[in-house]
């Protein structure tokens, strides 16, 4: 069953689950928080609730207290901003509480060997305390498809079933795995130069000190930049909008018409990401592009100034 936003922080046993069965406590993309999270970071997560014959747990009171902890803990997300520092300690203190809980523990790891690249340690470590992981071969790596899972050979024989239930069936699928292969192989090495673009721009949006837009450059640890937007002269759709488009005036001031695609993640945060099509040469592009529109942006404030000030 799936979990609001407004249930986290529930009692686990609150939640309604046949003996042994299974239950979503959450999938919330936290990426976008400036702040410490306080849900927890694998996405989604099952929780197998086991009762006595009474209907309750075996220590109601120590697993209220336990369950709680873990759904409103601050823990580590490998898309987080600010998640990478204390990934060590994060791992002992979620293998504890799921150990003491009985939870199974899965890491959806999207970008895992972005974390892994950045915290300079082996994904292993990162998702030690897990029961099973899965591996994105797509994003950061650049595989045209695919993903990987692992686990128990009872977790894995389950998967199969699941994706055969599910339609996943793909014969001669060795073309897909030719080419996460050879990403495992050739790419890793390479994440940190995705790492080194993404801060690059970010720095650029720094430099600006602009008030309409802003980053915090401390959090930008792997390849994921998040713009925030002020929503007063800029919201993130406007700024997706004007970012994608030319206007007349800029292709002639910067010599070349520039179009860079970013996301708006809310109404106030853009994210982008960088990754092995972008080269180093484009990257120099994109910030010429981005401090062009940030001082558009910016001379947008003190141009209505000057017009209040002619008028009084």
């Not at 979620?94 to 060997?113: E, F, P, T, Y």
């Not at 070349?256 to 993640?265: H, S, Y």
Request: some cysteine; glycine content about 8%; overall charge negative.
């Amino acid at each position: 069953m799936e979990v609001t936003e407004e249930q986290i922080g529930r009692n686990v046993e609150e939640t309604e689950a046949e003996d042994g069965g299974e239950i979503t406590l959450a999938t919330i993309n936290t990426n976008y928080l400036k702040g410490p999270i306080t849900v927890t970071s694998f996405k989604p997560q099952s929780a197998v609730i086991s009762k006595t014959e009474e209907g309750k747990g075996e220590d109601e009171g120590e697993e209220e207290e336990a369950g709680g902890e873990l759904i409103e803990k601050k823990c580590f997300n490998d898309e987080y901003e600010e998640g990478l520092e204390n990934q060590d300690q994060d791992n002992d203190d979620d293998d504890h509480k799921k150990s003491k809980l009985g939870l199974s523990l899965h890491c959806d790891g999207a970008r895992l060997m972005n974390a892994a690249v950045a915290l300079g340690t082996s994904p292993a470590r990162l998702v030690q305390a897990c029961d099973s992981a899965t591996l994105c071969l797509n994003k950061g790596l650049g595989a045209p498809m695919g993903s990987v899972i692992a686990g128990t050979r009872d977790f894995i024989t389950r998967a199969q079933k699941m994706r055969k239930i599910m339609g996943g069936g793909l014969h001669q699928a060795g073309m897909m795995a030719a080419a996460g292969l050879w990403a495992l192989d050739h790419r890793v090495p390479k994440l940190s130069a995705d790492h080194t673009n993404a801060r690059a721009i970010a720095q650029c949006v720094q430099e600006e000190h602009s008030s309409a837009i802003t980053v915090d450059l401390k959090s930008v640890q792997t390849n994921i930049v998040l713009l925030h937007c002020d929503n007063i002269r800029v919201d993130a759709k406007k700024l997706c909008q004007r970012l994608s488009s030319v206007t007349d005036r800029e292709a002639h001031e910067l010599g070349e018409q520039v179009v860079v695609m970013m996301m708006p993640l809310t109404d106030t945060c853009v994210r982008f990401m960088t990754h092995c099509d972008v080269r180093k040469d484009e990257v120099k592009t994109v910030i010429k592009k981005l401090r062009y529109v940030i001082q558009e942006y910016d001379n947008m404030i003190t141009e209505e100034v000057k017009t209040i000030t002619d008028m009084k």
